[in-house]
């Protein structure tokens, strides 16, 4: 009997833990479904959002925002964003419906399924962290190089503003600088 008790244990934080991630995961896949079904519902609710009246941010912050807010909301963003969410929703879904199913029917093959899942997750987890520091250099030599481009090539000033201008704004402001390199 005791030593069932961490067994028992165990399995049903397994059980929770999957439990969370399925019902997180299924909002992520409807919140992508909604968006990749009704662009201009999602829209809307976001700017409601952004200029109700119980918002946290000062109205002029307010206005602001949904300056920018309006900015990033063009389709092929949100189109992108709709099929990454429905993408990343469904794979942690049916990782997460493997792990719960399996602990609560005590399913050896769905466990060891979960586990080879949770293992090749691990496994790409650790490849990537050595390719980040392997080849952080040219990474941060390729990414200097790209911003400088989109900052030379995009960046407008005066009333026209788009949405790159936007974010190199916001970027510079919140980074209280000027540029990739400062004010070079």
């Known amino acids: ?8 244990c165990a399995r ?5 833990a999957n439990f969370v991630f399925v019902v997180v995961s299924t909002g992520v896949l409807i919140a992508g479904t909604w968006l990749a079904a009704d662009k201009a519902s999602f829209i809307n609710t976001s700017l409601n959002i952004t200029t109700s ?11 602001e925002a949904e300056k920018i807010l309006q900015e990033f909301v063009e389709p092929a963003v949100i189109e992108q964003a709709a099929y990454i969410l429905i993408a990343l ?3 942690i879904f049916i990782i997460a419906f493997l792990g719960y199913c399996g ?16 293992i090749i997750i691990f496994v790409l987890q650790i490849a990537l962290i050595l390719l980040c520091t392997l080849y952080k250099s040219q990474a941060d030599h390729h990414s ?8 030379s090539k995009y ?3 005066g009333t026209n503003k788009d949405a790159v201008t936007h974010s ?3 970027v510079m402001a919140h980074m209280s600088c000027c540029g990739v390199d400062g004010f070079d």
């Open 155 to 157: 960046y407008t000033t």
């Open 1 to 8: 009997m005791v030593a069932d008790c961490g067994a028992n």
């Open 89 to 91: 929703g469904a794979f």
């Open 168 to 170: 190199w704004d916001l």
């Open 12 to 16: 049903w934080l397994l059980c929770l």
């Open 53 to 63: 009246e119980y918002h946290p941010v000062s109205s002029a912050d307010s206005t």
């Open 103 to 118: 602990a609560i029917k005590e399913s050896r093959v769905l466990l060891t399924a979960y586990g080879i899942f949770l």
């Open 144 to 151: 200097k190089g790209f911003l400088k481009s989109s900052l």
